[in-house]
């Protein structure tokens, strides 16, 4: 498993303006550091066949779900709290799935040090969760 401890984004359409189309620069800077973590951090085998991958990403949480619960508060928000914390609560808001990877994988892609092109994955399970703690889990194996 290799952790990426950046709050996940999901990739933006390019942008058009009087110059051309271009990428939005928050998310060209999101890529960078990604892509640059990878290439410093990532310590396992090149992939250059067929793969599967296991993807979380923990999401950043709202306020009211970060606040601790008082003590006279009710047995559902302190039962909603711990499943916070345990990061068992899915993600269910606007942020597209399949944007979410795409960023990913091709900050992946462009590290050029775990696999050649995410054209490669042939299996994946993605899920988002809330966290207290935003970041990207991924599980990388040889499918066979």
Not at 19 to 40: C, H, L, N, S
Not at 42 to 66: E, S
Not at 90 to 113: G, H, Q, R, T
Not at 116 to 132: A, F, G, M, N
Request: with cysteine; glycine share 4%; hydrophobic share 30%.
């Amino acid at each position: 498993m290799f952790l990426i401890p950046f709050e996940p984004k999901p990739q933006m359409r390019p942008r058009s303006g009087r110059f051309g189309v271009y990428e939005d620069p928050k998310m060209a800077r999101w890529r960078k550091k990604v892509t640059d973590f990878i290439k410093q951090n990532y310590i396992g085998r090149y992939f250059d066949g067929a793969i599967r991958t296991k993807v979380t990403f923990y999401m950043k949480a709202t306020k009211k779900m970060q606040e601790l619960p008082k003590p006279r508060s009710g047995k559902k928000k302190k039962d909603e709290y711990a499943r916070f914390i345990t990061e068992t609560i899915p993600y269910d808001k606007k942020i597209d799935l399949d944007n979410l990877e795409k960023s990913l994988y091709d900050s992946i892609s462009k590290a050029e040090i775990v696999w050649k092109d995410d054209c490669l994955i042939v299996e994946h399970t993605t899920r988002k969760l809330y966290s207290p703690n935003p970041r990207i889990e991924i599980e990388i194996e040889e499918f066979e």
